[in-house]
């Protein structure tokens, strides 16, 4: 599975590309993708959304996770947070591939252990889980992270309805001893 993990911004959007096999996680790919802040926001959300495509057409990733974005004091930065988020949404989708969301706490506990981390401790721990040199820039590293979070849950999910479950009307209702 090859996951695109994006970080939203109408400034700068982290993107992160990682391949999950297993437990095992292995770097592809990061950076960002910035639009001008002196042009006006039809053209900068239009440079996100033709970013988002060229790195969907040069990684060809499987599937994709987004930070779902969080409610700040500032009204209309978190406005503006948004429409940027829906640019990636709509880019992302306009592909088909299967997006997964996740808030900033989904995306922390996955990564670092605790919701309440902070900026360098995702960007530590990202480069510790990814075996890279380096720890990756902050919009890179949330972006990766929030992959990381998807690998962790798709494990999960695909966990829980593997071999030897037993379902009863559809619903998974228990696992089989092994």
Same mark, same amino acid.
């Given at each position: ?82 429409? &940027? @988020?829906?640019? +990636? #949404?709509? !880019?992302?989708?306009? =592909?088909?591939?299967?997006? /997964?969301?996740?808030? $900033? ?21 990202? &480069? @510790?889980?990814? +075996? #890279?040199? !380096?720890?990756?820039? =902050?919009?890179?590293?949330? /972006?990766?992270?929030? $992959? ?22 559809? @619903?998974?209702? +228990?696992?089989?001893?092994?």
């Amino acid at each position: 599975m090859r996951i695109l993990g994006i970080d939203p911004g109408l400034r700068i959007t982290g993107f992160g590309v990682l391949e999950a096999e297993g437990a095992k996680l292995r770097y592809v790919a990061s950076g960002r993708i910035t639009s001008n802040e002196r042009e006006p926001l039809p053209s900068r959300i239009a440079t996100l959304f033709a970013g988002i495509r060229e790195v969907v057409d040069t990684w060809q990733p499987t599937h994709a996770a987004v930070e779902i974005v969080f409610v700040n004091v500032n009204p209309q930065s978190t406005l503006l947070l948004g429409q &940027a @988020r829906g640019a +990636a #949404l709509s !880019a992302l989708t306009a =592909t088909g591939l299967p997006v /997964a969301e996740y808030t $900033a706490l989904q995306v922390k506990q996955a990564v670092v252990g605790h919701g309440k981390a902070n900026k360098e401790q995702v960007q530590y721990m990202v &480069a @510790r889980l990814l +075996a #890279l040199a !380096a720890a990756p820039g =902050t919009d890179a590293a949330d /972006a990766l992270a929030c $992959a990381i979070c998807h690998a962790h849950a798709a494990r999960g999910m695909g966990a829980i309805g593997g071999p030897g479950a037993r379902r009863r009307g559809g @619903r998974i209702i +228990a696992r089989r001893p092994a």
